[in-house]
């Protein structure tokens, strides 16, 4: 019936006679402003990447980190309005908290998607709130060791509700994205932000699914999917801030961290060298379709 609020928009607890929440929708246009951040799922562990754009030459590098730490083993980044994202990663820090004081053990990163994701949506339900303005991707490592073979706290029910699956264990990568209505997937690969189409783009290039991407080599593509991506707003500088949680015999043990400088240098070298490789590839092309004319 109609595609714009025309007063539907002024309460956050109001359909439109077509079912839309426009609040909703106006908070993933605020995401879609923001930079964009990719997560990938390897073999070995998760990477997350993020182009953080540099709005004055007065900012400190490194000083305004976008990527937070939940718990040792998860990491969280989001695009969007970032004083929101503080508040988004401060409530997932307090519901891995509360899980570990009840449980004795860390929390899993569906548990904490599905709490988080909860969260978000109770936003979208009250005229006295409004939306969260982000979409977070959160990615962790799962160990075995912490949460046991079968992935249960405590002994549990072998069968019924809540009971053992057959066939499955605990731990590995896990990747999430959250959106501003409250709606939560896993992924193998997420994209989100100004460039998310691209990204996403050069993320089904990869065949995750197949699980052969190592956590090393996750880093140099995560790096080349933020510069392809970064190519529509090229006039703008920008940040690169990346981080991994990788399996517990890996470069961060099973925790989540910052990538080392030297790795993410060299990483970000690659990016440029494969961004000037397809340019020149464009430039031939062009070249060879001119003469032929």
Same mark, same amino acid.
């Given at each position: %019936? ?29 995401? $879609? ?45 989001? !695009? ?47 005229? !006295? ?28 029910? !072998? ?9 499955? &264990? ?6 999430? %994205? ?12 997420? /994209? ?7 990204? &996403? ?27 392809? /991506?970064?190519?529509? !707003? ?7 801030? =990346? ?21 993410? $240098?060299?990483? $970000? ?5 494969? =961004? ?10 062009? $070249?060879?379709?001119? %003469?032929?004319?």
């Amino acid at each position: %019936m109609t595609s714009i609020g025309t007063g539907y928009d002024l309460q956050n607890s109001v359909f439109s006679p077509d079912g839309r929440n426009f609040q909703v929708e106006y908070a993933v246009k605020a995401v $879609e402003n923001g930079g964009t951040c990719v997560g990938i799922r390897c073999k070995d562990g998760v990477v997350l990447a993020v182009e953080k754009i540099i709005t004055s030459k007065l900012l400190k590098p490194g000083a305004n980190k976008r990527i937070a730490t939940v718990d040792h083993n998860i990491g969280v980044v989001s !695009s969007g309005l970032v004083p929101d994202g503080r508040h988004f990663v401060s409530r997932a820090r307090d519901e891995a908290s509360s899980w570990r004081s009840t449980y004795k053990a860390p929390i899993t990163l569906a548990a904490l998607a599905g709490r988080l994701g909860g969260y978000v949506q109770a936003y979208t339900l009250y005229s !006295s709130v409004r939306p969260f303005g982000v979409t977070a991707i959160v990615g962790a490592w799962d160990s075995e060791a912490e949460l046991g073979v079968d992935g249960q706290v405590g002994s549990g029910p !072998s069968i019924g509700a809540g009971g053992k699956v057959a066939g499955t &264990k605990a731990g590995g990568p896990s990747l999430y %994205m959250i959106e501003p209505s409250g709606l939560y997937w896993g992924y193998y690969g997420a /994209a989100t932000g100004k460039g998310r189409q691209a990204a &996403k783009a050069e993320l089904e290039k990869l065949d995750l699914a197949s699980a052969n991407l190592s956590i090393e080599a996750g880093v140099k593509e995560a790096a080349r999917i933020i510069y392809v /991506a970064h190519e529509d !707003s090229k006039d703008k500088e920008f940040e690169l801030e =990346m981080s991994w949680i990788s399996s517990t015999d890996g470069p961060t043990k099973g925790r989540h961290q910052e990538v080392p400088k030297d790795i993410l $240098e060299e990483a $970000e070298k690659a990016a440029k060298k494969a =961004m000037e490789g397809e340019d020149e590839e464009e430039t031939t092309a062009t $070249e060879g379709e001119t %003469m032929q004319e």
